[in-house]
C-alpha cells in the first residue's frame, strides 16, 4: 500500500518489518521476561509480542541486531574472496 506521496504507508512498512523479523531472523530469544516470569520462545509468542506496540524497542532491538549480524556475515564474505585463489 502506498501513501499519498507515492511511499509505504508506515503501518504496512511495520507490519512487513515484524513479519520478516518473526519469519526470517529472529529464531530464539533468552532471559526475556513479561512481569517477571520468563518467557519461552516460540514464533507465535514473537508474533503477539512484537505486533504490541508496547514492545515497538523490542522490534527495534531485533532490527538493529540483524542488520548487525548481516554486517557482520557480508564482511566475512568480503574477507573469504579476498583470500581466495586468483583474488
Known sequence: MRNAKGGIDPI????ITRESVVGACLQDWANLQLNGVDLPYSRDKAKELLADP???????AFVAAAGRVGSERADEITDAVGNSPGA
Do not use: I, T, W
Request: aromatic residues 10%; charged residues 35%.
Open 12 to 15: 504496512v512498512l511495520e507490519r
Open 54 to 60: 508496547r514492545f515497538a524497542p523490542l522490534l527495534d
